[in-house]
């Protein structure tokens, strides 16, 4: 046993030396490294933040139905029962005519010509069925079922409310926001990858710098582990340094945002909701930056010592 941890820290302390040795190549690789987990890690916060925003968009969105006057109570309350059935629905509200213009009076309690107005005349407000979807890319299949032949009957004209300009705007954030995640994991992929080749091609250079050494070990009978060892060090120390600077890069991006900058949103991007994302769950982020980073290093590492040196796995 003390022999085993004698090597493990032979190759510990071999595998730091040759970081230090290959420091114009560590930085090369780091660089990218850390452009990737950078990437890594603004996109996860990037994909939290959207979904809070769509989710505070999507709670106060709803779409009215107004019936016609004709329309019995018996009939809407039928046809409330229906939409409360579908399953982009989450909640449905069902308000009389008398209950619809109480709400529009409070609602316009500061304009009291328009509320006079209201209730001096021959109750102009139809009764109304408020729904609220589960999701904003929901709505397109709630207006389909609104709009069908046997339910638009029973409305009055411009009914449903999710239409126009406020449909094309809700759309358009819909799909801004499936954009800007797909952007995301596209962008996440690629850079891995050119990480994971830089590497690769890196600690082939460094294997090629020691053959001689390298083939000496094998001939005084150095096992494979031993050889591959210092190598996947290398990568490793890699991945956690290049780690620790990506969060570092973020933590300064929100700090100059929210301070210097003053900004406290980004069009879809709420930055101070972000930030206070980031802070909340530093650790969590910077363990999965270091794991995510060893992870690419020390795979890279071995699928370029294995290679080169042609060993074979059990």
């Known amino acids: 046993m003390k022999r085993k941890w004698i090597t493990?820290?032979?190759?510990?302390?071999?595998?730091?030396?040759?970081?230090?040795?290959?420091?114009?190549?560590?930085?090369?690789a780091m660089a990218v490294m850390v452009v990737t987990l950078t990437i890594v890690l603004?996109?996860?916060?990037?994909?939290?933040?959207?979904?809070?925003t769509i989710d505070d968009i999507a709670s106060k969105v709803d779409v009215s139905v107004f019936l016609k006057d004709s329309v019995t109570e018996a009939q809407g309350k039928e046809l409330t029962?229906?939409?409360?059935?579908?399953?982009?629905?989450?909640?449905v509200e069902y308000l009389s005519k008398e209950q619809a213009l109480a709400a529009y009076v409070k609602q316009n309690a500061n304009n009291q010509a328009l509320s006079a107005a209201a209730t001096l005349s021959n109750n102009p407000i139809p009764a109304t069925i408020h729904v609220k979807p589960k999701?904003?890319?929901?709505?397109?299949?709630l207006k389909n079922y609104l709009t069908s032949p046997?339910?638009?009957?029973?409305q009055t004209e411009g009914s449903p409310s999710y239409?126009?300009?406020?449909?094309?705007?809700?759309?358009?954030?819909?799909k801004a926001t499936e954009a800007l995640r797909m952007i995301g994991i596209?962008?996440?992929?690629?850079?891995?990858?050119?990480?994971?080749?830089?590497i690769f091609n890196t600690i082939q250079m460094a294997i090629f710098n020691r053959r001689d050494e390298i083939q000496i070990m094998r001939l005084l009978g150095a096992s494979s582990s031993y050889i591959r060892g210092p190598f996947i060090v290398e990568s490793?120390?890699?991945?956690?340094l290049s780690a620790v600077i990506s969060v570092l890069i973020i933590n300064a991006t929100f700090a100059a945002s929210s301070g210097a900058l003053q900004a406290s949103s980004l069009g879809l991007l709420d930055i101070n909701y972000a930030s206070q994302y980031f802070t909340d769950h530093f650790l969590r982020f910077l363990a999965m930056q270091i794991g995510v980073g060893v992870l690419i290093g020390a795979v890279s590492s071995f699928i370029a010592t294995r290679r080169y040196l042609k060993f074979k796995t059990k």
């Open 163 to 174: 239409s126009g300009d406020r449909q094309k705007a809700i759309d358009n954030i819909t």
């Open 150 to 154: 046997a339910n638009l009957a029973l």
């Open 135 to 141: 999701e904003l890319k929901q709505l397109g299949a």
């Open 42 to 52: 603004f996109s996860l916060i990037t994909n939290a933040t959207l979904t809070n």
């Open 236 to 240: 490793v120390i890699y991945g956690v």
């Open 8 to 28: 493990f820290g032979r190759v510990l302390h071999t595998g730091v030396v040759n970081f230090i040795r290959n420091a114009s190549l560590a930085i090369a």
């Open 186 to 198: 596209i962008a996440v992929i690629v850079f891995a990858v050119v990480s994971a080749l830089i």
């Open 81 to 91: 029962a229906k939409i409360k059935q579908q399953p982009s629905v989450q909640s």
